[in-house]
């Protein structure tokens, strides 16, 4: 879909060759695991300044993009291979 939506209003064409589910993004959970620990640090006053949380997670974050060989893709079934998923 935002494929569609980019080449539509910007004229950008993007063509996703075998994209990954984004559920199976390592840097996506390593953020979503981010997130959860700065909340569990609040709650039991685990003191790191926030500027090392952001130094932290962003040196994690360009580690992973340099090992990240697929990009995520939302997008809509044009192949048919989901036909029954998508009606039901």
């Known amino acids: 879909m935002l494929p569609k939506i980019l080449n539509t209003f ?22 979503l695991l981010a997130i959860f620990c ?6 039991y006053k685990i003191e790191l300044d926030t500027q090392d949380q ?3 997670l962003g040196a994690i974050n360009i580690l992973l993009r340099f090992i990240t060989k697929k ?3 939302f997008y809509e079934d044009t192949t048919g291979k989901n ?3 998508q009606n039901s």
């Open 10 to 31: 910007f004229g950008y064409k993007i063509e996703m060759v075998d994209p990954k589910n984004p559920f199976l993004s390592k840097t996506l959970w390593v953020n």
């Open 38 to 43: 700065m909340f569990l640090s609040k709650k």
């Open 54 to 56: 952001v130094a932290i």
């Open 71 to 73: 990009q995520i893709g």
């Open 83 to 85: 036909k029954d998923i």
